[in-house]
């Protein structure tokens, strides 16, 4: 199984990580001072995409 992920600036950028969650990405990484906005982003994608 190949995972597929990202990693760096794109990683906590809030547009990036919505393309991520469309995409199917399995991963992202960011540094440490992005990760509340990267989470917050992820779960606002991810309630977009169920809709």
Excluded: W
Excluded at 4 to 16: L, N, Q, Y
Excluded at 26 to 51: H, N
Aim: aromatic residues 12%; negative net charge; proline residues 6%.
């Amino acid at each position: 199984d190949l995972k597929i992920g990202v990693c760096g600036e794109h990683g906590g950028d809030p547009k990036s990580i919505e393309f991520f969650e469309n995409n199917n990405f399995d991963y992202i990484s960011c540094s440490p001072f992005r990760i509340p906005t990267a989470i917050l982003a992820a779960a606002q994608a991810y309630l977009r995409k169920e809709k």
